[in-house]
């Protein structure tokens, strides 16, 4: 979507949205002593639902990328528990390799191994 520049068009659209919302209150300020004026307090009744509709569209924006990112990041992960419960052995299993070494001696594994997986494009 980025590459076709649908992002910047959905920010195009919450701007002018913005804009329009600002030219409502501008124009009762702008128009509020005149009594011929179409403009009324009512104009704010709306602004406050189209604001709380676009607040919640910025905000679903905003979980979007916080998703994409943890996809384009990866996550991390910690495999913990007692000694000799299978860590090592479920690390291994998982990367499909030998990445922490297994033992029957408790506690062979002291140090922070880490490795990265791609699980399921992930």
Do not use: W
Request: one cysteine or more; proline letters at 3%; glycine letters at 6%.
């Amino acid at each position: 979507m980025q590459l076709q520049g649908r992002q910047s068009q959905v920010y195009a659209q919450l701007r002018s949205k913005l804009l329009k919302m600002l030219a409502h209150v501008e124009a009762y300020i702008d128009f509020e002593a005149d009594e011929t004026s179409d403009v009324t307090p009512q104009v704010f009744i709306k602004l406050r639902e189209e604001a709380q509709v676009l607040r919640l569209q910025v905000q679903n924006y905003l979980d979007q990328g916080q998703v994409a990112e943890t996809i384009r990041e990866g996550l991390k992960v910690a495999i913990v528990g007692p000694p000799n419960a299978g860590k090592s052995t479920l690390m291994n299993l998982i990367a499909k390799r030998r990445v922490s070494i297994v033992s029957e001696v408790p506690g062979t594994t002291r140090d922070c191994v880490s490795t990265s997986l791609n699980l399921f494009g992930h």
